[in-house]
């Protein structure tokens, strides 16, 4: 069974500094696909950044990336000039290939809070 | 496009009584997704349908909960004579069901169960 771990519960950052949110994982597959959630308080969960395991090439969404380190199974979040309306839980996820698996395996989440 | 639509957002009940929750996914979306997620946790996994065809349940999914997805619009979750373990926040999600895998799943605001 694939498992995710998110091995810092908490963390902080001032308000347009940089920040790194680091998530391992573990599974046999060699084809899989990797998520960033973003759940503000009180809010709904939403896709922060997506990751396909054949592609070598590091996602990126504006002030999201990641760095992508299929070797070590290793799916970290870098967040750039930090805003504060980052703050919010971050859950990374797994996903199996077409024909395997529909479900999300999730992280504990981490805590990102965003100092003015 | 709506988003995805939960009913109710918060439900007390005792313990040993029946609740029942409703999901709306996003307008032609053919993959709906239930998870719960309690306090300090990522979301688990619990069962997902294609159209109405309920085909992944996890082990977690007890013989007191129950889904059903009947004209494969609407979901329903119960939960059958409710234990305090239960409490926890119910997430639905639904994805367009076109492409396994990377698809983007889609998350509704949650149903938070309390039972005293």
């Known amino acids: 069974a694939q498992t995710v771990t998110q091995s810092q519960p908490e963390m902080s950052v001032q308000e347009a500094e940089t920040v790194t949110l680091s998530c391992t994982y573990d599974t046999s597959e060699s084809d899989y696909y990797l998520f960033w959630y973003k759940q503000p308080p009180s809010r709904q969960m939403i896709l922060v950044i997506r990751q396909e395991a054949y592609k070598q090439q590091n996602a990126t969404e504006n002030r999201f990336s990641v760095n992508f380190q299929k070797a070590a199974k290793s799916f970290s979040l870098k967040i750039s000039d930090s805003q504060l309306g980052d703050a919010a839980m971050y859950f990374c996820a797994y996903r199996s290939p077409q024909g395997g698996s529909e479900k999300l395996v999730f992280g504990k989440g981490m805590k990102l809070t965003v100092n003015p | 496009d709506t988003g995805v639509s939960q009913d109710p957002r918060h439900k007390i009940t005792k313990r040993g009584q029946n609740v029942t929750f409703r999901c709306d996914p996003i307008?032609?979306?053919?993959?709906l997704y239930w998870y719960r997620q309690t306090l300090g946790q990522g979301p688990e996994f619990l069962t997902y349908?294609?159209?109405?065809?309920?085909?992944?349940k996890s082990r977690l999914l007890s013989d007191r909960f129950s889904a059903e997805r009947p004209k494969g619009s609407f979901s329903t979750l119960e939960i059958q004579r409710t234990e305090q373990g239960d409490s926890a926040m119910y997430l639905c999600?639904?994805?367009?069901?076109?492409?396994?895998?990377?698809?983007?799943?889609?998350f509704g605001p949650g149903t938070r169960l309390l039972v005293l």
């Open positions: 307008s032609e979306h053919n993959r």
């Open positions: 349908f294609q159209n109405e065809a309920q085909l992944e």
């Open positions: 999600a639904s994805s367009p069901g076109q492409v396994s895998g990377k698809e983007t799943q889609y």
